[in-house]
DNA sequence: GTCGCTGCAAAGTCTTTGCAGAGAG
DNA sequence: CTCTCTGCAAAGACTTTGCAGCGAC
């Protein structure tokens, strides 16, 4: 397959924009705009989680039964879309991949391992200094994820009352 | 029995050290210090890199003909010493899982998602500033993991005479 | 000797691929 | 109409599990 063009850029869209980008995505690639992959656009942009393939194919059979859309179709477009820069794969720990909308506004990750909390962040510092770092090696940065592992406030107060 | 490694190098755990709270480890569980336990251990220390269990079994296979260790021992090892914090598991891109030891200094990871290596850096700057959004937002942090996804000099080289 | 460990092969997972018919352009 | 896409099922890649004999303690 022909390396994709692509127009997209990392800025939070609205649906009517990702989806029209994503069509003229398709058209300058000769390739074509069917039911599923707008399905499959529609389900990541309406979640606001990471989805594994999987995940993403149950949603999408749940909301569009009629369908029957099959995992390889799923895997397809996903991969489709991540060449693209549509969406970015993330590897979070454990097992199997999960996908999301690389057009949301990027974010880091504080997660409490105590009552399973995200919270998200950005910080300028570090985002520069990360740009620092590669650039002094050379290195093209695609992306990057940031995972803080700890106890939010709201479960050590918890603890602190049940005196563990 | 394999030979102590006694190079000098920079790592915080030396391998007597390693071995002997591996060795406790073992013992505090009821389980029993195999030929087979030490050698994935020793081969995990002499390494630089992160090893696929593929890789970490090609290794022991060449060092250790006469053991015939199994693949499956070395991912049932692997899962042990990943248990009981020894070893670290990252998830990089494409398919797999990379093992390292996790008695080394802390350190982030840099990704080539070309060629999947993985380059390991710290920065003081990104290290105290995730200190300070923690405190800020009363969060105890206890771990955390940072992963830089791009492309490596070299891949972004390789690529460029490819004309792609 | 006991009971956990190991190698082997078989069974699971997860993901990709081949194919013939369906459908977008 | 043409040529890409799709669902299905089969194949691959990677990992885990069942089992009978082996070996640490």
Redesign the pocket.
């Known amino acids: 397959m022909p390396k994709i063009n692509t127009n997209f850029n990392n800025r939070t869209v609205e649906y009517e924009q990702l989806l029209s980008d994503f069509?003229l995505l398709?058209?300058k690639?000769?390739?074509?705009?069917?039911?599923?992959?707008e399905v499959i656009l529609e389900t990541l942009y309406n979640s606001d989680e990471h989805l594994?393939?999987?995940a993403l194919h149950h949603l999408i059979q749940k909301k569009e039964p009629d369908?029957?859309?099959?995992?390889?179709?799923?895997?397809?477009?996903?991969?489709?879309l991540e060449e693209s820069d549509v969406v970015t794969s993330l590897s979070f720990g454990a097992?199997?991949?999960k996908y999301e909308l690389g057009a949301k506004e990027h974010h880091d990750h504080l997660i409490c391992t105590e009552c399973g909390k995200i919270t998200e962040f950005v910080d300028e510092e570090i985002e520069k200094r990360q740009h620092v770092i590669t650039d002094e090696l050379g290195f093209a940065m695609s992306d990057h994820s940031m995972q803080i592992y700890g106890i939010c406030a709201a479960c050590q107060k918890k603890l602190k009352i049940e005196g563990k």
């Open positions: 069509k398709l058209k690639n000769n390739l074509k705009f069917t039911i599923q992959r594994t393939p999987e369908l029957k859309t099959g995992i390889a179709t799923v895997y397809r477009t996903l991969a489709l097992q199997g991949k």
